[in-house]
């Protein structure tokens, strides 16, 4: 430590340094030169990787499966184009130890880049996530033809809701952890311009969060459209709620059918969504939609995040490939209580929710029942994988119903390898 510390102070620009040295032998302090304070890759170095390895003893998220000492050793000082760092990506998974409902992921990316640069941890990650998805060997296919999808209109005696959801991320652009106001400014400015393209059906308005008026507000409520600001420690400690509500914002056609969220997790989140079972003509809507969007945007010069490794770039790695999550409020008054139904939903490769969302556990008997699966299969294999499996839990509660027994189907494969 001595040698280390006569090289800091005999270097032709050192000033002062006050340097943390054990014991409380000194106070904790910062290295001045005449530029200004010391690079922060200067001062990572000060310390072995072996001094900064998180502790990761109590954890129970994908990345403190897969970051070892080895790991983060080779990884600490790389950054990306943008200077994004490793211990930015797994802030999130090392404050979080946890989730009382899911596994997470606990890492963010806060580029695209990400996904190259610290490869060595996140392609384990992203294997654990989607069960056994290898980056580096597969490819991840994309199918937008609503046209293929059959038997999607559910009984709505069972059925309340259906929805589809995606995001959709701005090259270029850092994704919002990492990105900087003018960034994030300039991501509203070329979403809400290509929105103003959109025609017929799919016209609609923007509403800014910050200049929206009360009314405005309390009708946004009132739709359920409205999403607030990140308290979730997930996100806030993967930085989602700075300079809240600056450039966030929500966009819905006239109909309220068709809906992009600004800003929020990701640059963009698309819905397509209405009462009722008709799946179809809500995975319709959301094809069209979705293709309008992209095009638009197409237009003024930029393109959508999209690999043919990875599908679709998102912040999440539990959401790239398709991002998409495939929906519907179900009533399953005997089914929910049956002890085969959790098995159920695994071998269909369903998730269920309370109808809060992702931070709720599901109450009475109406649940959210999701596609687990998001990497791996196509947007239109995913839908049909959920269609055939609402359609196979309305026909058990229907047997039961009945007093007749029901059987757990045999494991849909997840994706071909």
Known sequence: MASSFTRLISGRNAAVLLASLGAGTMATGFLLNESGPLAAEGRTKLYPPSSDFPDLRKHNNCMATALTPAIYAKLRD???PNNWT????????VDNPGHPFIKTVGCVAGDEESYEVFAELLDPIIKDRHNGYDPRTMRHPTDLDASKI??????????LSSRVRTGRSIRGLSLPPACSRAERREVERVVVTALAG????????????????????????DD???????VSPLLTCAFMARDWPDARGIWHNNDKTFLIWVNEEDHTRVIS?????????VFERFCSGLKQVEHLIQERGWEFMWNERLGYILTCPSNLGTGLRAGVHVRLPKLSKDPRFSKILDNLR????????VDTAATGDT???????????????????LVDGVNHLIDCEKKLERGQDIKVPAPVTQFRK
């Open 273 to 281: 969504m209405e009462k009722g079972g008709n799946m179809k003509r």
């Open 86 to 93: 490793l211990d930015q990506s797994i802030q999130t998974g």
């Open 78 to 80: 790389r950054v990306t």
């Open 350 to 357: 369903l998730q269920k929710r309370g109808t809060g969302g």
């Open 150 to 159: 059959t038997n999607a209109v559910f009984d709505e005696n069972y059925v």
């Open 224 to 230: 359920h459209f409205l999403f607030d600001k990140p």
């Open 367 to 385: 649940f959210d029942i999701s596609n687990n699966d998001r990497l791996g299969k196509s947007e239109v294999e995913l839908v049909q994988m």
């Open 198 to 221: 959109l025609k017929g059906d799919l016209a609609g308005r923007y509403y800014s969060l910050g200049d929206m008026t009360d009314k405005e507000q309390q009708q946004l409520i």
